[in-house]
């Protein structure tokens, strides 16, 4: 069975950090472009972070560029997104999601077809 399990989350202060991690099971994500995509309560979900399978090329949006981080140990069959400066706008239900569509069809759609359960982030003073 498919599997992506979110961890990580949690409450942090504005300007704090953290490190969610996504791990996979019944399959190894070397093969999968991932994705971090975020939901705040009454919006709509945003992707947030993307890292190909193959040569480990990135997308992040214009709202977290220069903050955060995606990163994938396949040896662990594990996907990271370092948070830092973390704002109350960051504040949402964060999910990790697996795709094996050809990268450039996946950033141009955002369509991932495995997705984990997600985590909540909470930046707040």
């Known amino acids: 069975q498919l599997q992506l399990v979110e961890s990580g989350g949690g409450l942090v202060q504005p300007g704090g950090s953290l490190r969610l991690s996504c791990a996979a099971s019944?399959?190894?994500?070397?093969?999968?472009?991932i994705g971090w995509f975020r939901q705040a309560p009454g919006k709509e979900r945003e992707g947030v972070a993307c890292?190909?399978?193959?040569?480990?090329?990135?997308y992040y949006a214009d709202s977290v560029k220069g903050r955060v981080t995606i990163s994938r140990d396949n040896a662990k069959n594990t996907v990271y997104l370092q948070m830092n400066s973390l704002k109350p706008e960051d504040t949402a239900v964060y999910y990790c999601?697996?795709?094996?569509?050809?990268?450039?069809?996946?950033?141009?759609?955002?369509?991932?077809?495995?997705w984990g359960q997600g985590t909540q982030v909470t930046v707040s003073s």
């Open positions: 999601a697996a795709d094996n569509s050809p990268w450039v069809i996946t950033i141009a759609t955002m369509r991932f077809t495995y």
């Open positions: 019944g399959f190894t994500l070397d093969y999968y472009h």
């Open positions: 890292i190909s399978s193959s040569d480990g090329e990135t």
